[in-house]
């Protein structure tokens, strides 16, 4: 069995329209909720072997603020640059290459991929998940080729303005 979590990154900030879209900080909402998030990860009791971040500005804060709050250690936080805008195919490739002795991953990346992603496990569960939303799905499978899958349940889905 293996257990992947999709995150999605925290609410980005457009005050700065000379950044590039790779280049846009969480702003006040999405510092407060990141690390609200990341009590509730821990709260269900998901310990990742690896956390896989976008390069994004937006996703690497995110990925770095929910480490902490899990007590992951930050220098094996991995920033994958291919994780940004990732489509549902691409992040499916991404993970399947990621090593069999890792049981449990956290993809901190974007929309709509991951929305297509979760989806694409537990059909019809959300038309979007929202910023510093995580869905955590328990795969029946021995490696990350996802492709393969025999099963897959549904083990949290959280968001911040849904009340715990």
């Given at each position: ?106 993809v901190v990346s974007h929309n709509p ?25 328990k795969i029946d499978t021995d490696d ?21």
């Amino acid at each position: 069995m293996k257990t992947l979590t999709i995150f999605r990154h925290a609410k980005s900030s457009w005050n700065h329209p000379e950044l590039s879209d790779h280049d846009r900080p969480l702003n006040k909402r999405g510092k407060r909720d990141a690390p609200v998030m990341g009590d509730r990860l821990k709260a269900a009791g998901i310990r990742p072997s690896l956390i896989l971040s976008s390069s994004a500005e937006r996703a690497s804060k995110t990925a770095h603020t929910v480490a902490k709050q899990i007590c992951y250690p930050i220098e094996f936080l991995q920033r994958e640059p291919s994780l940004y805008h990732a489509g549902m195919n691409k992040l499916l490739d991404i993970i399947a290459v990621q090593d069999e002795g890792f049981n449990s991953i956290i993809v901190v990346s974007h929309n709509p991929g991951l929305t297509d992603l979760a989806n694409e496990f537990i059909p019809s569960l959300t038309s979007n998940i929202p910023t510093a939303g995580f869905v955590s799905i328990k795969i029946d499978t021995d490696d990350w080729n996802l492709r393969t899958r025999k099963s897959a349940e549904l083990i949290t889905y959280d968001y911040p303005k849904r009340q715990p």
